[in-house]
């Protein structure tokens, strides 16, 4: 049974950081590619990063250069690092897990509150 669960949401000022922590069990971990995604009261889900089992990461435009995605195969756990938080950042925060070419696996989310 895959579980994914997420940690390290809060609430954080404007210009703070946050890191978000997903631990991933029955799962081959180190085979699998990770991602982060986000939803804001009354939009869509929308894919935040990525990071392939080889270590290549990805981002959306929207969080370039301010969001850092990581692993650590021997802990289970895909990270996700925020630097430079906007109000726009606000979010549940879910992390997932690719297995045949789709998102498959969810956690149930974190929430992340940015203040002015």
């Known amino acids: 049974q895959v579980q994914l669960v997420e940690s390290g949401g809060g609430l954080v000022q404007a210009g703070g950081s946050l890191r978000l922590s997903c631990a991933a069990s029955g799962i081959l971990f180190r085979i699998n590619t990770m991602g982060w995604f986000r939803q804001s009261p009354g939009k869509q889900r929308e894919w935040v990063a990525r990071?392939?089992?080889?270590?290549?990461?990805n981002y959306a435009d929207s969080v370039k250069d301010r969001f850092t995605v990581s692993r650590d195969n021997a802990k289970n756990t895909v990270y996700l690092q925020m630097n430079s938080l906007k109000l726009e950042d606000t979010a549940v925060y879910y992390c997932?897990?690719?297995?045949?070419?789709?998102?498959?696996?969810w956690g149930q989310g974190t929430q992340v509150l940015v203040s002015s």
């Open positions: 997932a897990v690719i297995e045949s070419g789709v998102w498959r696996y």
């Open positions: 990071l392939s089992s080889g270590g290549t990461p």
